[in-house]
């Protein structure tokens, strides 16, 4: 039984537990026999009573909604029984010596009561509530020990950070498909037989063109594993997504749900992040043989055969390679990392991982993976026939609801149609899918039969597969308006969902429009032409984030060279607006409730720490339009043509809000990425030699020497950090009118 049904049996034993001890106190005065036995009751009732009253306030009382509190003090749940019978046996006593409640038990001797239990009743009670009575200080024990590990464990468990929505049953991944029943058959029986071998290779690498259909088949995978009770852990990169678009938090995230997935190492991980709480900060190889390897090659799991547990790794060419040089690159470093798993004897891995076959992965399974601890397959190498089979199932499910929602007859497309559906999609599942959520969307002007014919002939004249997923759904959009009217949709469309593609983080409907300071009904209603390619909450209000549904429609619209020059989104001019609009977003302005300022969170208390504050509080002063402007300005500036244009821009941000920019980066948690941004700056501007870049290198020095301090009290940004920083510190002089008040006289340090 959990806890809280435990405590309406505590309350009542801490109730009646008072009440005999009152009683005996009543009887002590009035009775005038049997002295020391009452004596024996009463003490033993306090004593109790006592007890009873700190497992209570543990528990917590009837009203309490703190459940997971609850489920944690499992020792005294488990006492329920004792509990039970505790609180039957007070109520027997209760029951006889209260003369309101039993007067034929009391007998009235002028102005005495008679004591009425024998010398040998009154010791077996009392040895009855003292067994009860210890029972219940060792539940009190081992929980408040359990509580205080717990503590322990979850302040360990933040110094291994993860990456959001990474796990493949995480809520953003909610909406991701998963392959249909009567798809992709052949190739899942043959991963689920490469698990079950005995014999079979560490590694299984899936590898196929964009749009074939690779993550759904991950998973699936990941699914059907998870239900069998051999997931171990799952990562799915993706390149528009933060956190999960390089390889910083793989190891950690990888080492997090292996202390969900496989209880046997949770305490092993716990105790090497308790050993070395920077260790989340080293390098991924260090973080690598220390958070996975090392646990694993330490993990015995009993049984007549060799458990098998499953890592499943999707989308590694979408990890960010963070250099030029082909040895270094991050993916193929990944894959010789996740070699070494096939050393590990005390458990079978099988890492099942998926990626388009490019250059840096290719080599690394090719120079780095012994041929004999990896196999992989090609989806394009699948004959076309089974992929036609694969596709003709799907097109033809999908083509049911669209029946299903506009009553249209069964006969609906006919044999022909589906022909030409599944022939121009081969091998793409990408387009098959795009496709079928065209027609099934109740926002388009046309009805789907009509819808379908146009875009059976625009993509005679396509010349790719990709151009022709997405060229006939793009030109719908200007179907039947004129030049002009073009024009301004194409500049909407370029404003809008060219900034939706180039997010460093997808955002929510309601912060894309004030990131965009655009009307959210307009960008909505504009939106409206795209969710066959894009995934937008129905909600305008929706904290979900407009996501693509395929990084190919990122890619598409930046290929100049890919026939779509109407809808081309120039990449380095974009990247140069959002950086822009992040600076304005940041900086007070007309209409703008939340900017940059001192104490943004309104706390009034210079010393107040970051963890003494809730989250909720920081989330209300820094929304999240507020905060992606915060996290990324810096990212679309270096992304964009050339960041030395915007100088003047980025010392005008500077000189105004650089100390309030630091604050709002330490209550996000995000310092070390505030200083990893100073440094780029600085290396980018400091061959100006000019006073932006006189200013940067001194805002590079103040963070250096105070990052500790900040990282802990924000808002000691304005006061230790500004008072010990040399009188000749260009930040310092910049922002000397934000010191309190009250200090009396700063400390001269020149």
């Known amino acids: 039984m959990e806890a809280l049904g435990v405590v309406a049996n505590v309350i009542a034993v801490v109730d009646l537990s008072a009440k005999l001890a009152a009683l005996c106190g009543e009887y002590i005065n009035k009775a005038r026999n049997a002295t020391k036995d009452i004596e024996r009751l009463k003490n033993e009732s306090e004593a109790l009573a006592k007890n009873i009253t700190q497992v209570r306030d543990l528990l917590g009382n009837k009203n309490d909604k703190d459940e997971g509190h609850k489920r944690q003090l499992k ?41 009425p239990f024998s010398g040998k009743e009154v010791m077996d009670n009392v040895e009855s509530l003292r067994r009860w009575r210890e029972a219940f200080a060792t539940a009190l024990q081992v929980d408040q020990l359990r509580i205080a590990v717990r503590m322990d464990d979850d302040l360990d468990m933040r110094n291994l950070p993860e990456a959001k929505g990474a796990h493949f049953d995480a809520y953003d991944q909610e909406k991701e498909p998963f392959c249909h029943e009567e798809t992709r058959k052949d190739l899942l029986r043959q991963i689920n037989d490469w698990v079950d071998d005995p014999n079979g290779k560490c590694l299984f ?69 308790k050993e070395d709480p920077e260790l989340a900060g080293t390098i991924l190889r260090t973080q690598f043989k220390k958070l996975v390897l090392e646990p694993l090659q330490h993990l015995t799991m009993k049984g007549p055969l060799t458990p098998t547990i499953v890592i499943v790794i999707d989308a590694l060419d979408e990890c960010d390679s963070e250099t030029t040089d082909l040895k270094f690159d991050r993916s193929r470093m990944v894959v010789s990392l996740l070699a070494n798993l096939a050393t590990i004897t005390g458990v079978k891995v099988r890492v099942f991982l998926t990626s388009r076959p490019e250059l840096p992965i290719r080599l690394g399974f090719r120079d780095d993976v012994s041929q004999d601890s990896h196999q992989d397959v090609a989806l394009h190498d699948i004959p076309d026939a089974v992929i036609a089979s694969d596709i003709r199932f799907f097109i033809n499910s999908q083509l049911d609801v669209t029946r299903s929602l506009y009553r249209i007859p069964p006969s609906w497309p006919g044999a022909n149609k589906i022909g030409k559906l599944v022939e121009i999609s081969v091998p793409l599942f990408i387009y098959a899918a795009t496709i079928c959520r065209f027609l099934m969307d109740k926002r388009k002007p046309f009805p789907p039969q009509k819808r379908l014919d146009s875009l ?127 600076v304005q977003v940041m900086t007070a302005g007309e209409g703008r409730d939340f900017y940059l300022r001192k104490d943004i969170c309104s706390l009034d208390d210079p010393g107040v720490l970051c963890e003494d504050v809730d989250e909720e509080v920081v989330r209300r002063s820094i929304p999240r339009h507020l905060e992606y402007a915060c996290l990324y300005w810096f990212y679309h500036l270096k992304n964009s043509q050339e960041p030395t244009d915007d100088e003047t821009k980025v010392l005008r941000f500077l000189k105004s809000h650089y100390v309030h920019w630091l604050e709002a980066m330490s209550w996000l ?72 008040e009250w200090v009396a006289r700063a400390p001269d340090l020149d």
Request: charged letters at 25%.
């Open 75 to 115: 020792a005294s749940a488990e006492f329920h029984d004792d509990v039970t019978e505790c609180e039957e046996r007070l109520e027997l006593l209760v029951t006889k010596l209260d003369p309101g409640s039993n007067p034929s038990r009391m007998k009235m001797l002028g102005k005495s009561l008679k004591w």
């Open 205 to 273: 690498w899936l590898r196929g063109l964009a749009g074939t259909g690779k993550s759904t088949i991950s998973r699936t995978v990941a699914r059907n594993f998870a239900e069998r009770d051999q997931l171990a852990a799952s990562f799915f990169f993706n390149r528009t997504v933060e956190g999960r678009n390089n390889a910083r938090l793989f190891a950690t995230t990888i080492a997090r749900d292996f202390t969900r997935r496989v209880p046997q190492l949770r305490d092993r991980i716990l105790a090497v992040v």
């Open 456 to 582: 059976l002939s625009h993509t005679k004249r396509a010349k790719t597969g990709i151009e022709k997923t997405y060229k006939p759904i793009l030109e719908q959009l200007l179907l039947g308006v004129d030049e002009f009217e073009q024009e301004d949709l194409i500049q909407q469309f370029r404003k809008v969902v060219g900034t939706i593609i180039l997010l460093a983080d997808p955002l929510p409907m309601a912060s894309l429009c004030k990131l965009l300071q655009s009307d959210p009904e307009e960008v909505e209603y504009f939106l409206g032409s795209f969710h066959s390619v894009l995934n937008i909450p129905d909600d305008v209000q929706s904290t979900q984030s407009i996501k693509l549904f395929h990084l190919s429609f990122r890619e598409y619209l930046l290929d100049n060279s890919a026939g779509n020059k109407q809808f081309w989104v120039e990449q380095d001019r974009k990247h140069n607006e959002l950086f822009e609009l992040c």
């Open 669 to 740: 948690g995000r310092i070390e990425q505030a200083f990893e941004a100073v440094v780029a700056l600085d290396d980018i501007f400091r061959p100006l030699g000019s006073t932006t870049s006189d200013f940067i290198v001194d805002a590079r020095q103040f963070l250096t020497q105070h990052k500790q301090a900040i990282t802990v009290a924000p808002c000691q940004t304005y006061v230790s950090a500004l008072l010990f920083s040399p009188l000749s510190s260009a930040v310092r002089q910049q922002f000397w009118y934000e010191v309190p």
